[in-house]
């Protein structure tokens, strides 16, 4: 139980696109997602906090307008990143809580590595 | 602030070793304190977690995590090593006023050698 997906695995764009990235909880429901970026060796960051149906809650220094987060349902969350520049290659891990465990534990997806050429 | 620290960047053990993996935390209120491990290009599994209660926390995989107020560390250790257990691993820390809030420490990679 409690597996959450993400999709792409692996995407490589151009500068100047968009990118999506979905993010879902397989088998719970998560009123509440996170997404963290990675660097190479090094931690995570929490770039924002995504609440279904209503606006995605973003942490100091990340940009909203270039990091778009939509959480349409109880089972979904996405990420777009627009305009897209080769500084916002990484790797973008979503995790999830469960609406329904006591518990605040996250659940992690295997991450998205995006490359932007 | 919360914050954890991981002072190893990578710590070499050979197989059927007992590990240790170090993590420090700083945190106001009770530390509710976490280890993950990360393999290549995938997501953070959970191992283990430390609320309240038993300060020898056992998790998955046999390991299991030593909470220790008055050092304020929570390391993570397995008595005999595997290959397998290669891995990139994190301690974290959850804000205890932001439940929803998470702070890693930087990582410790962990090679076993056979």
């Known amino acids: 139980g409690a597996v959450v997906s993400q999709h792409p695995s692996w995407v490589i764009c151009k500068s100047g696109t968009s990118v999506k990235i979905e993010c879902r909880s397989l088998?719970?429901?998560?009123?509440?997602m996170f997404w963290y970026r990675q660097f190479p060796k090094q931690s995570l960051m929490l770039m924002a906090t995504?609440?279904?149906?209503?606006?995605?809650?973003?942490e100091q220094g990340v940009e909203k307008d270039k990091f778009l987060i939509n959480h349409a349902s109880l089972t979904l969350s996405t990420l777009t990143v627009t305009s897209a520049h080769p500084e916002d290659s990484s790797f973008y891990i979503c995790?999830?809580?469960?609406?329904?465990?006591?518990?605040?534990?996250?659940?992690f997806g295997p991450g998205t590595r995006l490359t932007v050429t | 602030a919360q914050s954890v620290a991981q002072p190893e960047d990578q710590v070499n053990v050979a197989e059927g070793n007992p590990l240790t993996v170090k993590c420090t935390y700083s945190?106001?209120?009770?530390?509710?304190l976490f280890w993950y491990v990360q393999y290549p290009n995938r997501g953070l599994q959970f191992l283990l977690k430390?609320?309240?209660?038993?300060?020898l926390v056992k998790g998955s995989y046999g390991f299991e995590a030593e909470f220790n107020k008055s050092q304020t560390s929570f390391h993570l250790k397995k008595p005999s090593a595997l290959v397998s257990d290669s891995a990139l691993y994190f301690c974290?820390?959850?804000?205890?006023?932001?439940?929803?809030?998470?702070?890693f420490g930087s990582g410790t990679k962990l090679n076993v050698k056979p």
């Open positions: 995790s999830a809580r469960d609406r329904l465990a006591s518990s605040y534990e996250q659940y």
């Open positions: 088998d719970f429901q998560a009123t509440t």
């Open positions: 995504s609440n279904e149906g209503s606006k995605a809650t973003y």
């Open positions: 945190v106001s209120g009770n530390p509710y």
């Open positions: 430390y609320i309240t209660g038993d300060n």
């Open positions: 974290a820390v959850r804000d205890p006023y932001n439940f929803n809030k998470f702070y």
